[in-house]
């Protein structure tokens, strides 16, 4: 009963979610969200809560953006960055647009550019008006595009302004990355506004590959940059690959967790084959799912079916707050998996 009484009072005077959420031991997996293309452009601090709304710049592209999302349907993920003093270059902009290059696939395909201030909001609608194959000057842009697709980008949120366990988590994991890890030949480590899952920080985003982690602690980086030790230490931080919608996403990291490393490298692509049907609103309780896979040489390829069901609730805080406002979340598990090709 004091152990009961003690948890509770920690639920309700904690102020930062992710500590609630890591607690209870809620599992990131199925939360990275589905996208088909990233911008990720150089805004420099300090961002305001609101900072789609507030820059000038930005709030001029908000229009162009919701038609090319809500009216094409393009899976599109915007996020800003912070310039770094070693990277960027005063009076110039950096963009990453990383896009899906096949159905099935490992990585995103990178562009970098570095332009003008003054020419990248003109980027940028270029980029959007490409996208819904409406007439455009991308071609005008090439003269500023680098060749910078063997670097790998670590993108960590430290948006304080959106969540304080940004802040609070996420800032440390970053320096500790940028400081131990970061090399400008190969591995670069950038601060994020926020990209969903506060309740998940320290969280990043691993680009060009395109996985979420959360929940991070020091001690799991150098599994994470440098990939030579046992993947199962890293299943609890693992939030899912971009790549796969959330239940795709559950099925792919059983499928990792017993593939191990070379997983990482095959072409992937999942399809859901059939869901509990639920009222508007509402969690399915299972779900079963296809993962299609192959070696990028050809010499292999096959397929998973999982059938995956709720295990369980855990309970999370969705933002950090004085008053927390607790919400009770659906956890899942793989019940079924088999290698059907």
Not at 17 to 37: F, Q, R, W
Request: proline share 4%.
């Amino acid at each position: 009963m004091q152990t009961q009484q003690n948890n509770q009072l920690f639920l309700t005077d904690c102020r930062f979610c992710s500590l609630v959420s890591k607690a209870n031991k809620e599992d990131p997996i199925g939360t990275a969200g589905n996208y088909d293309h990233w911008l990720i452009i150089e805004i420099p601090k300090p961002w305001p809560q609101e900072i789609f709304e507030k820059n000038p710049t930005i709030k001029s592209l908000m229009g162009l953006f919701q038609e090319l999302v809500f009216q094409h349907g393009i899976k599109l993920k915007p996020i800003l960055i912070a310039p770094d003093r070693e990277y960027s270059y005063p009076g110039f902009t950096r963009l990453f647009y990383y896009y899906r290059p096949a159905k099935l696939f490992s990585q995103f395909e990178k562009q970098e550019f570095i332009v003008p201030e003054s020419k990248a909001a003109g980027l940028v609608r270029a980029i959007f008006k490409h996208l819904m194959q409406q007439p455009n000057d991308l071609s005008e842009f090439v003269q500023y595009q680098k060749q910078t697709s063997h670097i790998r980008e670590l993108m960590v949120c430290t948006h304080t302004q959106v969540d304080l366990a940004c802040g609070r988590f996420g800032t440390p994991i970053y320096r500790q990355l940028r400081t131990e890890y970061a090399s400008k030949e190969n591995l670069r480590v950038w601060q994020t506004t926020h990209f969903g899952g506060h309740q998940f920080a320290p969280t990043l985003i691993d680009l060009p590959q395109g996985c979420l982690w959360g929940h991070l602690e020091p001690d799991v980086l150098d599994l994470l940059v440098h990939r030579n030790g046992s993947v199962s230490r890293l299943c609890e931080y693992y939030r899912g690959w971009t790549g796969l919608k959330k239940f795709e996403q559950i099925a792919e990291r059983e499928i990792w967790m017993q593939s191990r490393w070379n997983w990482l490298n095959y072409l992937k692509a999942g399809k859901i084959l059939a869901v509990e049907e639920v009222a508007e609103g509402q969690k399915a309780d299972w779900a079963e799912v296809r993962i299609d896979f192959a070696a990028t040489d050809g010499s292999t390829k096959g397929a998973y079916e999982a059938r995956i069901e709720a295990c369980g609730e855990a309970m999370t805080a969705l933002n950090s707050a004085k008053k927390m406002e607790l919400k009770t979340v659906k956890q899942y598990r793989v019940s079924s998996l088999v290698k059907v090709d």
